[in-house]
């Protein structure tokens, strides 16, 4: 079992940045892939990001390829979600994720545990 809990969420404007973290419980950490996906009003869920098992290798959804850098802090349970040059259309609750299989982290569905979810509102 794993539990993941979001903090970092705000409201922010147009162009500007943050920062979300993701605090999982249990030992075995370093050996989930960690996810973030959004869910925005009236929309579905999306993946955003993935970080596998050793923080080498990252995914990203095409809408935040070159603003958002996802990485993590195996020594502290932790995974984190950089956001720069944030858009209006990154407005949504965000979720962390985790599995131990990235193919499922980055699927539609995503993986077995999920956060409580953070609001992020970007301001035009």
């Known amino acids: 079992q794993v539990q993941l809990v979001e903090s970092g969420g705000g409201v922010v404007q147009a162009g500007g940045s943050l920062r979300l973290s993701c605090a999982a419980s249990?030992?075995?950490?370093?050996?989930?892939?960690m996810g973030w996906f959004r869910q925005a009003p009236g929309k579905e869920r999306e993946f955003v990001a993935a970080?596998?098992?050793?923080?080498?290798?990252?995914w990203y959804a095409d809408s935040v390829k070159g603003r958002f850098t996802i990485s993590r802090d195996n020594a502290k349970n932790t995974v984190y979600l950089q956001m720069n040059s944030l858009k209006p259309e990154d407005t949504a609750v965000y979720y962390c994720n985790a599995d131990l299989s990235a193919i499922v982290v980055m699927s539609k569905r995503g993986g077995d545990y999920w956060g409580q979810g953070t609001q992020v509102t970007v301001s035009s």
């Open positions: 249990g030992r075995t950490f370093s050996r989930y892939t």
């Open positions: 970080n596998g098992v050793s923080g080498g290798r990252t």
